[in-house]
């Protein structure tokens, strides 16, 4: 990880609640959402995944899990774009779908990859994205 990236990283976990606290949030939107007319709305597991398990993911798996991480930010007063519709929720889930899936894109051989992904959260990458984007509101 670049010097600068993970300096913002470790500044944004100081003053903010931990990537482990933000999956659950994330997680509990999955389970109260409950059913839904909106079928993208559905099956997100993702939450206390590694950048190994999101490679490996269907892209509905991935687009709602970034939806109950965006929800969960809301949430938590930490977000600051407007996903009070579904069809802005929707647009900014898919987006940071795409920034997570260039994230972890898969690199090399197996092993290389294994060795670059296997400890990174998808709670401490939708951090930083949100924060590289202008998503989340100045502490």
């Known amino acids: 990880m670049k010097p600068i990236l993970l300096i913002l990283l470790l500044g ?10 933000l999956a659950n949030v994330a ?13 993208w709305l559905h099956d997100g597991e993702l939450h206390f995944s590694t950048a190994l398990e999101w490679q490996k993911a269907s892209f509905q798996n991935k687009r709602v899990t970034s939806s109950d991480f965006l929800l969960a930010l809301d949430e938590q ?8 519709d579904n069809r802005n929720l929707k647009i900014h889930s898919e987006t940071l779908t ?32 949100a924060s590289q984007n202008g998503w989340l509101k100045n502490a």
């Open 12 to 21: 944004l976990c100081a003053c903010a609640p931990s990537p482990e606290d």
């Open 27 to 39: 997680s509990q939107q999955f389970r109260e959402r409950g059913e839904t007319e909106e079928t």
């Open 77 to 84: 007063g930490r977000l600051a774009i407007d996903i009070s």
């Open 98 to 129: 795409r920034k997570l899936n260039k994230q972890f894109e898969i690199i090399g051989p197996a092993v290389e990859n294994n060795k670059k992904f296997a400890n990174q959260l998808i709670s401490d990458a939708v951090v930083l994205i």
